[in-house]
């Protein structure tokens, strides 16, 4: 019998896995990530015999396995590395962002990392400063599929507290 990997962490299951849901979708886990959701209910609001045909039966395509290759990391300094390459060409903030047809304030908050940048603001950043904000070792983490064990929700997602009321 193989063993089961939970699909947040990716760690070994022993026993019967955990299903959780976690915003709408349901999840084999293990112990210690069984708390990120909530327990799977097991009353179905439409019996089986009533589902309707056409979602009966699905036919499902297998994933290619370069799905996640455009799956890119942003440097964990992005910001240090923004800010000294922009004084470095001797630009201001909006000098900066006129080049790149942005708003100022946003790059003030990328520089802050308050915000992280999107692809396309991150590829103009890269091309105007000369540098590279993403990760290579990130990349080839993901193309090798984690020492081969595949890629989990917990890879490729940061899991975030709701605040407590």
């Keep these: 019998m193989t063993e089961k990997q939970c699909e947040i962490c990716g760690a070994e299951i022993s026993g019967a896995p955990q299903r959780i849901v976690i915003d709408g979708s349901a999840l084999e886990v293990c112990k210690g990530c069984a708390r990120f959701g909530k327990p799977e209910d097991k009353w179905s609001p439409v019996p089986k015999k009533m589902v309707p045909v056409e979602r009966a039966f699905t036919v499902k395509r297998p994933r290619p396995r370069d799905h ?97 009321k």
């Design 68 to 164: 996640f290759k455009d799956l890119v990391e942003l440097i964990p300094d992005f910001g240090r590395r923004i800010r000294e390459a922009r004084e470095q060409q001797g630009l201001s903030v909006e000098e900066l962002a006129a080049r790149i047809k942005e708003k100022a304030p946003l790059l003030k908050k990328i520089e802050r990392e308050e915000i992280s940048p999107e692809d396309e603001i991150r590829a103009k950043l890269e091309r105007e400063l000369r540098i590279r904000l993403t990760d290579q070792a990130a990349e080839a983490r993901v193309k090798s599929g984690l020492a081969g064990r595949g890629l989990t929700l917990g890879d490729i997602a940061s899991i975030k507290r709701k605040p407590e």
